[in-house]
């Protein structure tokens, strides 16, 4: 059956360290993967999406990575600050499909 | 420019009583979407809308009702609420490719 994961578990980092979320998937043909960032009470906030022919992009302090061989996504948040907790989500979308599925999300916490 | 506005923000419910949550877009998108929240199972699709005029079921319909009333309008209604229905509900416009969704603040019901 299709299966997107990501951490349950929280991830905890120290100001000022490069955080990284991994998004892993199964039985998924993606075309496109997207992230959102989710403050609590709040609906969730589009940052970045990446293709299934693009192997990482940028923008600011925040890179992703598409690996389609590994069926991994790797977000990354460089020089990382307090203001960076939330939770992250992971969302794939197939081919000619506007209705990407969600992965349950990571909980980030950055530590002064 | 508002963006996704969802009311009501918050409500409790007694088992068997109906109610409709609302949702306006100010984004002139053509795709709207319903989703439910609950612990540990992320962001399930209940119904959504390509355009004005149609509407589909998502992962978990059962229970609900959809209009999508106009361009700018898409309401959720329980018919005979149940305990099972607590959850937080969120409300989504969807942009052109790359299918960015725009959410709503999200209703947090309780169904007692």
């Known amino acids: 059956s299709q299966k997107i994961e990501q951490n349950s578990e929280a991830l905890n980092i120290q100001e000022g360290k490069t955080a990284t979320l991994t998004c892993n998937y199964t039985n998924y043909s993606p075309a496109y993967l997207q992230w959102y960032r989710q403050d609590p009470g709040r609906g969730p906030v589009f940052l970045l999406l990446?293709?299934?022919?693009?192997k990482e992009k940028r923008k600011e302090r925040l890179k992703v990575t598409f690996d389609t061989t590994l069926k991994q996504s790797l977000f990354h948040i460089t020089a990382s600050q307090p203001a960076d907790s939330a939770t992250y989500l992971c969302?794939?979308?197939?081919?000619?499909?506007?209705?990407?599925?969600f992965g349950r999300g990571t909980s980030l916490i950055v530590h002064p | 420019n508002a963006g996704v506005t969802q009311t009501p923000k918050f409500q409790v419910l007694k088992t068997g009583q109906s109610m409709t949550l609302q949702c306006a877009q100010d984004m002139n998108h053509n795709s709207m979407y319903w989703y439910r929240q609950d612990p540990g199972m992320g962001l399930r699709l209940i119904y959504y809308?390509?355009?004005?005029?149609?509407?589909d079921k998502g992962e978990v319909p059962n229970g609900y009702n959809v209009s999508r009333l106009n361009k700018r309008e898409f309401s959720l209604r329980l018919e005979s609420a149940a305990p099972s229905q607590t959850s937080v509900y969120f409300c989504?416009?969807?942009?052109?490719?790359?299918?960015?969704?725009?959410f709503g603040p999200g209703t947090r019901l309780t169904v007692t």
């Open positions: 809308s390509a355009s004005e005029g149609t509407t």
């Open positions: 969302a794939l979308g197939v081919g000619g499909s506007y209705i990407p599925t």
């Open positions: 990446i293709r299934e022919n693009e």
């Open positions: 989504a416009a969807i942009g052109d490719p790359p299918y960015e969704q725009y």
